[in-house]
């Protein structure tokens, strides 16, 4: 089974720019999460899709926004990028969300300069 | 909101002796506790869960203990290698939230 797939590995963006980045979930798994992995602030959560909805949303400003596709991909974009919003972009799937086991892809590295 | 605290941050051990992380949550309403082994380039990877119905879990040379009255969680490694040299990260739910709270890390190596 192939497991969670993000695109780009890599992206370089000028602040004040906008990003898209890409998740491809593990086949049949319906809930995606995305978390943001910093040296300083560690792992902390964007927000969580299942069915196309949001059921939950991290502390981050509104810059911040994610979208499901009805066969579970998702995106998340980040609007007017700031020299904070470097870091590495985590997305994770898994069966139904809420204590099922979450599976990470390798991540989107973001710098923005 | 939850927190969880992760101790230690680095830890190193000789090829072959055990290995120990611990963690504690705030939120006595957590049910579900996962650890992640991440490794240089790569995303966090699942090794082990418990559940707050159950104590203790082992997978091989792997296991993790739960003690939910006192709120802390313990990542057991014996017969360590060098390649089991990697970040692990505890972690804990926010019951109904959808969301995993993490500890900020354990850098572990194994010295051969």
């Known amino acids: ?113 | 909101g939850e927190n969880v605290e992760q101790h230690p941050s680095t830890l190193s051990v000789q090829e072959g002796d055990s290995a120990v992380i611990k963690c504690t949550y705030s939120d006595s309403a957590s049910n579900y506790f996962p650890w992640y082994k991440q490794e240089l380039g790569k995303g966090p990877q699942l090794i082990i869960d418990i559940r707050s119905n159950v104590g203790e879990k082992k997978d091989q040379r792997i296991a993790v203990t739960l003690n939910k009255t006192a709120k802390h969680f313990s990542l057991h490694i014996t017969e360590t290698q060098p390649e089991d040299s990697a970040v692990y990260f505890c972690a804990a739910n926010r019951a109904g939230s959808y969301q995993l709270t993490f500890g900020k890390g354990t850098k572990l190596s194994v010295i051969p």
């Open chain 1, 1 to 113: 089974k192939a497991g969670v797939t993000q695109t780009p590995r890599y992206l370089i963006k000028t602040r004040g720019q906008q990003v898209t980045l890409s998740c491809s979930p593990i086949s049949g798994h319906r809930s995606v999460s995305w978390y943001q992995q910093t040296p300083g602030q560690g792992l902390q959560f964007l927000f969580e899709y299942f069915s196309e909805t949001q059921r939950n949303k991290g502390n981050f400003p509104g810059r911040f926004s994610g979208r499901q596709f009805s066969n579970s991909r998702s995106e998340m974009n980040v609007s007017t990028l700031e020299l904070g919003d470097s870091a590495l972009y985590l997305c994770a799937s898994s069966f139904a969300g809420d204590n099922s086991p979450l599976h990470f892809g390798n991540g989107t590295r973001l710098t923005v300069t």
